[in-house]
């Protein structure tokens, strides 16, 4: 029997209990994807032993044809060591951050006198790159701070010593105006511009506080040597500081060091926004899309973008601000979801940053891609309302009636996800007496499948109810008459907490508030609802013309049309002279409705 067993069958059975990282392969032994695990055997054996829900998971296991795995002592380790092989390998079926351009940096240079200027080139020469800055006004704010507060050289030219000492070079312009105190001539010690250097680099990563505190140390001295022109461009340095740090982000004094990273977690992506504090600062921050491969959870996607983003902004935070806890196992770092106060603002305004990042994409993508964006959106629903086909035909009903009188139903059609205003339908009610609103719903329901089958159109793959649980009912029993239960999917809204309620469920769903799928669901809704009462509003105002002009004597159908098609509106005949009416229906009837008024 063992002799049958393939070799990844036979593998399976003697993975380890251990913590590790595990490869798949496929038929050419390409990696196509890397997982951790807290304990193999477990979790590898998890893709085999049961039917995979997912479609993508299901595609994968279908090409593993090969599996190799490292046992390693802690998760932390597994984590680190399966960051790694993402990095080196891209397996296909991983989730990768998407950068859809480069982002700036800001270099300093290694050289003699080193020049500090932005670049979205990364040469790997021994010079210090800070970044990356995806806004790129505040970089160039900092480039200005930076060129008010120190002078720098901004040519290129080898400042070696050698070449200084032969005098191979004359100061430029940037000299004679100030911008420059001429190092290529001699004019400028090295170890003074490499101090500034120094304090330069303090400010690009973050450590604004720091700075300012030696700054005004060294004010002190040079105002106690009484050298008081020094100790005053120093005094304006620290008053440059305290204002840039004044127009940041500034959260609290209270705040030290932190980082903050919330997700936004869609069907077949994700959106994550990092920021990092420093001295209550908000000094990097950094939003980007996450493609997702296998449907994988908010702590999966956070476990591999937020040990990315550590190491990409260097960061040596000990605390790490979420909007929902999860265990990352990274040591001496503290997940922490703040209830109140400043990280909780922090947190809000993370969250804020993924949310326009997400409806920029979106715009983005409408504009770029408006078919793909539609389907998008229909996967989402799809996903969302437990549907077994991709819902390009959706219809939502919604009754009008104001006690009981010109009760009315509005049928709104959607296609694609978007609006088919030229089928959007009316209903004026005909077999039900009184406010019953089920049995309207049950009547309207009932008619409109009725002649679709009769005319032989397609039928929905989602109706939508307007109501609760009743409504739903009602409109379930129209589509038992006409055996089409269980053959297209239904729902019911309730407009109070917005729950989704579906047949034989005795509880609603509530869907994620931001979700595109709701958002669309609430659009029918509302659009059903505006249809149906502006038809509703005009045949109120129709019924209480008509009863207002024939409770006139003398005055009929006739009369009524000729005066409303000349005058419009009641008022407007209400108020008309005798000789307006009589021109249009004669003395006699004239007279009669000029009595209107008595």
């Given at each position: 029997m063992s002799e049958e067993l393939t070799d990844l069958q036979l593998k399976l059975r003697t993975l380890p209990e251990k913590p590790g990282v595990y490869q798949y392969f496929d038929r050419n032994d390409?990696?196509?994807?890397?997982?951790?695990?807290?304990?193999?055997?477990?979790?590898?054996?998890?893709?085999?032993?049961?039917?995979?829900?997912?479609?993508?998971?299901?595609?994968?296991?279908?090409?593993?044809?090969?599996?190799?795995?490292?046992?390693?002592?802690?998760?932390?380790?597994?984590?680190?060591?399966?960051?790694?092989?993402?990095?080196?390998?891209?397996?296909?079926?991983?989730?990768?951050?998407?950068?859809?351009?480069?982002?700036?940096?800001?270099?300093?240079?290694?050289?003699?006198?080193?020049?500090?200027?932005?670049?979205?080139?990364?040469?790997?020469?021994?010079?210090?790159y800070f970044g990356p800055y995806p806004s790129g006004k505040v970089m160039h704010t900092l480039l200005d701070l930076i060129k008010e507060l120190y002078t720098l050289r901004t040519c290129a030219l080898d400042l070696s010593r050698e070449k200084i000492a032969?005098?191979?070079?004359?100061?430029?312009?940037?000299?004679?105006?100030?911008?420059?105190?001429?190092?290529?001539?001699?004019?400028?010690?090295?170890?003074?511009?490499?101090?500034?250097?120094?304090?330069?680099?303090?400010?690009?990563?973050?450590?604004?506080?720091?700075?300012?505190?030696?700054l005004k140390t060294r004010m002190k001295e040079q105002a106690s040597a009484y050298l008081f022109e020094e100790a005053q461009e120093t005094k304006l340095k620290i008053e440059s500081l305290e204002k840039y740090r004044a127009k940041s982000t500034v959260v609290s004094s209270s705040v030290k060091r932190v980082d903050v990273c919330t997700l936004l977690n869609e069907q077949d992506r994700a959106f994550v926004n990092y920021l990092s504090v420093h001295d209550g600062a908000i000094v990097h921050a950094y939003t980007a899309e996450v493609s997702k491969k296998l449907d994988e959870s908010r702590e999966e996607i956070l476990s591999y973008v937020l040990p990315e983003l550590l190491e990409r902004f260097e960061s040596n935070t000990k605390e790490v601000l979420t909007d929902e806890a999860f265990d990352l196992g990274l040591e001496n770092i503290t997940i922490t979801v703040p209830q109140r106060g400043d990280k909780k603002e922090l947190v809000a305004l993370s969250k804020r940053n993924t949310l326009y990042y997400k409806q920029e994409k979106q715009k983005q993508e409408k504009i770029k891609d408006p078919e793909r964006h539609s389907k998008r959106i229909m996967e989402q629903i799809k996903q969302d309302f437990r549907l077994k086909e991709l819902p390009e035909h959706m219809e939502c009903f919604d009754n009008s009636n104001i006690q009981g009188t010109n009760a009315v139903s509005a049928c709104v059609v959607f296609k694609n996800g978007k609006p088919s205003k030229k089928d959007y339908r009316h209903f004026n009610v005909k077999t039900v007496e009184g406010p019953d609103d089920f049995a309207t719903m049950e009547e309207v329901v009932y008619r409109r499948y009725k002649r679709l089958i009769d005319e032989q159109q397609s039928l929905p793959q989602l109706i939508i109810i307007d109501g609760g649980k009743g409504q739903l009912g009602a409109a379930l029993n129209a589509l038992e008459k006409l055996d089409l239960r269980g053959k297209v999917a239904i729902c019911g809204i309730a407009k109070r907490l917005e729950e989704i309620f579906f047949p034989g469920d005795s509880l609603p769903i509530y869907i994620d508030k931001r979700s595109e799928s709701l958002k669309v669901i609430q659009f029918m809704r509302n659009e059903a609802h505006r249809f149906g009462i502006t038809h509703h509003r005009n045949k109120r105002s129709k019924s209480s013309l008509t009863s207002a002009l024939l409770d006139i004597p003398g005055i009929g159908p006739k009369t009524q049309q000729e005066l409303m098609k000349a005058f419009k509106t009641v008022s407007a005949i209400q108020h008309a002279t005798l000789e307006e009416l009589t021109a249009i229906i004669g003395l006699a009837k004239a007279r009669l409705v000029k009595g209107m008024d008595n």
């Open positions: 390409v990696i196509i994807y890397v997982g951790k695990a807290k304990n193999l055997k477990k979790r590898v054996s998890s893709y085999f032993n049961k039917t995979q829900d997912n479609y993508k998971t299901h595609v994968l296991v279908r090409q593993i044809v090969r599996m190799e795995y490292t046992v390693v002592e802690t998760e932390l380790d597994a984590l680190l060591l399966e960051n790694n092989l993402i990095k080196k390998y891209q397996p296909k079926y991983n989730i990768q951050l998407k950068d859809d351009k480069t982002y700036p940096w800001i270099c300093i240079k290694k050289e003699a006198f080193p020049r500090v200027f932005s670049t979205r080139r990364i040469i790997r020469d021994g010079s210090e032969r005098e191979k070079y004359k100061v430029c312009l940037e000299y004679h105006i100030g911008n420059c105190k001429g190092a290529c001539a001699g004019h400028q010690v090295e170890s003074a511009y490499l101090e500034e250097v120094e304090q330069i680099r303090q400010l690009l990563k973050g450590n604004i506080q720091s700075l300012i505190s030696m």
